[in-house]
């Protein structure tokens, strides 16, 4: 079997399955994503399911309603999902942020753990340390290094195994079963401090929310097949959105910082910074109501753009508030969809020039 390319974007379809040698990377999109070959190189996926059955030798990067890894990876492992299950191999640092996490007694992960999620399960092997948050914590694996968990609840079951310490902050100290873990240290909760922090984050994230629909429903209204183009690259490009929409913003707020430096320059390199928070800020709204659509289209139901911008906001702040995983998700959406915006409006001036161009050259011929 021949390998392919280098470097292979896979156009997007319903069901996109991979049963072949990839020789370099591979960035793949789909409602259903299935990869069952080997990739030699790394992994870029994004999907309603994601299912990786297959040899990945470097790192997988993964975006989708479900994602589920019974094969091997050979490096690091990055997911941000509704639901993450391990059946397999990791050769190196697992980070997650998910509703839920389930890592089964034949998953193997070689380095870290860490993660932000409602639910955690971990009952696999794993070489390195565990750091995480999570509303509920299962562990019953053999952990080589150090425990640090930040839950609601813990619950430690007998064939655990810990090398390391176990330091955990909860509302309640739980018992853990005596041979398991020598060094043990309980954290307890500030309750009053937490909650009066978690109305005010509660308050914050509806504001959030409320301004992101707001401004979506209105480039819905006012842009419907502008909008549309956009999340169209989204899908088509996504690995390359992400590259091109990080250049483009270094590029933004390395121009502002030059402005600054002259007197006259001071007003464009404020006007140039806050034009870049602002992109940043609004480009959210693309790929929220990417993520609706596919969510909508996992779910195998009719939607409107006005129901998906509603589901896919919600959905995406809710990840992108998800601790440790949730920065990293902010800025991958963010740039991607920045370079999604980048790419569509350069696509639209040379259409509007070529048109321009056409018309001059068929108003000077001869009649």
Not at 48 to 58: K, P, V, Y
Not at 80 to 103: E, K, Q, S
Not at 162 to 169: A, P, R
Not at 232 to 251: D, H, K, M, P, T
């Amino acid at each position: 079997m021949n390998p392919a390319s280098a470097f292979v974007v896979l156009e997007p379809g319903e069901t996109v399955d991979v049963d072949t040698i990839i020789d370099g990377d591979l960035c793949i999109s789909g409602d259903y994503v299935i990869i069952k070959g080997t990739v030699l190189g790394d992994v870029m996926a994004t999907g309603g399911r994601i299912d990786i059955r297959g040899n990945i030798t470097g790192d997988v990067m993964a975006v989708g309603g479900e994602v589920i890894i019974s094969g091997h990876v050979g490096d690091d492992v990055r997911v941000v999902a509704g639901r993450l299950t391990v059946n397999g191999h990791i050769g190196d640092d697992l980070i997650v942020g998910a509703g839920n996490v389930i890592i089964s007694d034949n998953a193997d992960i070689k380095g870290d753990v860490a993660f932000g999620c409602g639910q955690m399960e971990l009952k696999g092997d794993v070489g390195g340390n565990i750091t995480g948050a999570a509303d509920d914590v299962t562990l019953a694996g053999n952990l080589g290094g150090d425990v640090e968990l930040d839950v609601g609840e813990l619950h430690v079951l007998p064939g655990a195994s810990i090398s390391g310490s176990l330091t955990y902050t909860s509302p309640k100290e739980e018992t853990i079963p005596s041979g398991i873990v020598e060094d043990i240290t309980y954290i307890e909760e500030a309750l009053g401090k937490e909650k009066g922090i978690g109305a005010f984050s509660l308050l914050w994230w509806f504001i959030k929310y409320l301004s992101l629909l707001i401004i979506g429903l209105l480039l819905i209204a006012l842009f419907p097949n502008r909008t549309e183009a956009v999340i169209n690259v989204i899908s088509e490009r996504f690995l390359i959105n992400i590259i091109a929409g990080f250049v483009l913003v270094v590029a933004m707020f390395l121009s502002s910082i030059l402005l600054f430096c002259t007197v006259i320059g001071i007003p464009l390199g404020f006007m140039l910074l806050f034009m870049t928070f602002t992109l940043m800020y609004g480009a959210r709204v693309f790929f929220g109501l990417w993520l609706g659509k596919v969510i909508f289209s996992r779910l195998g139901k009719e939607s409107r753009p006005w129901m998906e911008m509603v589901l896919g906001l919600f959905v995406l702040l809710v990840l992108t508030s998800l601790p440790w995983i949730g920065f990293l998700f902010y800025l991958l959406v963010t740039f991607a969809a920045i370079g999604a915006i980048f790419s569509e409006m350069k696509r639209f001036y040379q259409e509007v020039r070529s048109r321009s161009c056409y018309r001059k050259k068929s108003h000077h011929l001869p009649g």
